[in-house]
């Protein structure tokens, strides 16, 4: 079983940033394929980015804006969020789940779930 905790969440003026961390204590993350999803309140849970042994991937044109990356040493998987808009108001989670042929954008691929951390984009 594999339990994983979010932090970093909280309060930022639009055009902010925010570096949301996910991370565990019971599974090697490098042997993961982890993604980040969010869900706003009233619609349905959303692919924000993801990251296997090979690659980054980003939803849309997030990775304009958001940066995956993982930190071994500290297993820790990480979502670097700059000029945050309104519309990035949402309930954050990571996922993960052992790796297979690469992460994708799909939530029904993950086996493990974060509780999610919120973030909220406003004055």
């Known amino acids: 079983q594999v339990t994983l905790v979010e932090s970093g969440g909280g309060l930022v003026q639009p055009g902010g940033s925010l570096r949301l961390s996910c991370t565990t204590s019971t599974a090697n993350l490098d042997n993961y394929e982890v993604g980040w999803f969010r869900q706003a309140p009233g619609k349905t849970r959303e692919y924000v980015s993801c990251?296997?042994?090979?690659?980054?991937k980003y939803a849309g044109d997030m990775g304009g804006r958001f940066t995956i990356s993982r930190d071994s040493g500290k297993n820790t998987v990480y979502l670097q969020m700059n000029g945050l808009r309104p519309e990035d108001t949402a309930v954050y989670f990571c996922?993960?789940?052992?790796?297979?042929?690469?992460?994708?954008?799909?939530?029904?691929?993950?086996?493990?779930w974060g509780q999610g951390t919120q973030v909220t984009v406003g004055s």
């Open positions: 996922a993960a789940v052992q790796a297979t042929n690469g992460c994708s954008g799909y939530a029904r691929n993950y086996v493990f």
């Open positions: 990251i296997d042994d090979a690659s980054l």
